[in-house]
Structures are given as C-alpha cells and as structure tokens.
C-alpha cells in the first residue's frame, strides 16, 4: 500500500512510501536538506516498522523538537495503524 504523510515542523513537507504488512519501502522525502534525504530512505529500505522507529524516532534537528528522520518513525507507525484499522 502506498502511503502519503504530511511532516510537521521539518524542512521536508511530505513523505511517501510503501507499506506490506510492517515492511517499508521506498520512502520519498519532499523538499528538506538533499543528502539527508537521499541517505536515509536508502539506509530504511526494506526495514520493519519497528526497527525504523528504534532508529529514528526521537531524532532532533538543531533546536526543533522533530527532525526528518523522527518524522518518518511517525509516518510508518501511522502508517501500520492505519493498515491494521483496514
């Protein structure tokens, strides 16, 4: 399933991935710092849920309580959710 999620408090506006069961793959990132957002949907691709909020979540970005990567651990938990609410 494709899934869409608006970020809130990043540079980065959107992040758009794929969800099979609670396996992520292909995550997109829109707009945010390019390396960054190159490296980390390489760095999550094909990880669970689970192992991607143990890594990411919690990630902050200078002085904001979020950052692209925390924002992604969220997306992905929505994400399952949603699914398992289908």
């Known amino acids: 399933m494709e899934y869409h999620y608006k970020t809130k408090e990043t ?4 992040i758009n991935f794929n969800i099979e069961g609670n396996v992520i793959t292909n995550v997109v990132f829109t707009g945010g710092c390019n390396g960054n957002l190159q490296a980390i949907p390489k760095l999550v691709d094909g990880m ?18 979020t950052s ?5 651990a969220c997306a992905v938990r929505e ?8």
């Open 11 to 14: 540079c980065s506006t959107d």
């Open 48 to 65: 669970t849920v689970e192992e991607i909020e143990s890594k990411c979540k919690g990630i902050h970005c200078g002085r904001r309580s």
């Open 68 to 72: 692209c990567a925390d924002q992604l």
């Open 79 to 86: 994400a399952y959710e949603a699914a398992l609410a289908q």
